[in-house]
């Protein structure tokens, strides 16, 4: 049975938030929110040391599925993550910043 993870609304996230982006490198590149961390779901258990330290720390993805199962794995591990609920989807329609490494708008894809 999959554990209970602690979800917040994009919305709700706090501007100083310490943020971790699990997405693959191409949704990055597109959009992201300045300041995040991003290292992909894959990567995250063999790059632990590249984890930012926050308390809470919060996960995002596109959806919020990815960095549910992120956030539960990391809070397994001694973290306290916190799972961005409708990911950067729900930040962007949130009007919350983006950036992009793209030099064209930024977009979440």
Not at 7 to 22: G, I, Q
Not at 24 to 37: I, K, L, P, R
Not at 70 to 98: F, I, K, S
């Amino acid at each position: 049975m999959p554990q209970q993870v602690p979800t917040v609304p994009a919305a709700e996230v706090p501007e100083d938030a310490v943020l971790l982006d699990v997405r693959e490198d191409g949704e990055w590149v597109a959009g992201h929110a300045e300041g995040a961390t991003h290292i992909p779901m894959g990567d995250v258990p063999a790059r632990l040391d590249e984890v930012p330290e926050g308390d809470p720390l919060y996960v995002v993805c596109r959806s919020g599925g990815r960095s549910a199962r992120v956030a539960a794995w990391l809070n397994q591990n001694g973290y306290d993550a916190v799972n961005v609920g409708g990911g950067m989807g729900e930040w962007e329609t949130a009007g919350r910043p983006l950036v992009s490494e793209t030099g064209q708008p930024p977009t979440v894809v």
